[in-house]
């Protein structure tokens, strides 16, 4: 796995990104580029059956919270440095990130090409680039700036990290209100 991996934000020639792309996970995932800003994805290239683990995450690096960061503790970030990074939102998730495992596992079955992605807020107290969602789920949080914004009735929907539930119980029922 590389040591440094850098997310290109905006894609103006997806040919050329791919035709260069080595996968960090070959026969496990990898990233499908598109042009524009934040529209490539990662998918499946095989099957996986419902909380079956698709992979370790190993050769992570400490870092500041940022865009590209995941929350790993109460106030503790890393970065994937893999193709991991390329794991997109939705308000309906395919798998989980278990920052105690340091797992990935599948919270639904998928197939192979299925989207792999997670509900950011179960590891994000507050997002570094809150943002508005158009996952099209039909209980899509709209508004995704992390767990602290959310409802506990909400949150308890999805799988959620050891810190975020402590961080949650901490606070108590009612969730922030972004200014």
């Known amino acids: 796995m590389p040591t440094t991996y850098t997310k290109v934000e905006k894609i103006t020639d997806a040919a050329a990104v791919k035709s260069a792309y080595k996968p960090t996970h070959p026969g496990l995932f990898e990233v499908v580029y598109a042009e524009g800003d934040y529209n490539s994805k990662l998918v499946a290239c095989k099957p996986y059956v419902k909380g079956e683990i698709i992979c370790k995450v190993e050769g992570v690096t400490p870092g500041p919270k940022k865009y590209t960061s995941v929350q790993v503790g109460k106030e503790d970030h890393i970065e994937f440095n893999s193709d991991l990074v390329f794991m997109n939102h939705s308000c309906n998730p395919t798998v989980s990130f278990d920052t105690d495992a340091m797992t990935v596992v599948a919270v639904t079955d998928l197939k192979e090409g299925d989207n792999m ?15 508005t969602c158009w996952c099209g789920a ?24 050891k810190h975020i539930q402590e961080l949650l119980d901490e606070r108590g029922d009612a969730p922030a209100i972004k200014a």
Not at 138 to 161: D, H, I, P, W
């Open 117 to 131: 992605t997670f509900f950011y807020p179960s590891s994000e107290w507050e997002m570094d680039q809150p943002f």
């Open 138 to 161: 039909e209980q899509c949080v709209k508004n995704v700036q992390g767990a602290k914004f959310l409802s506990k009735q909400t949150m308890s929907r999805y799988f959620v990290t």
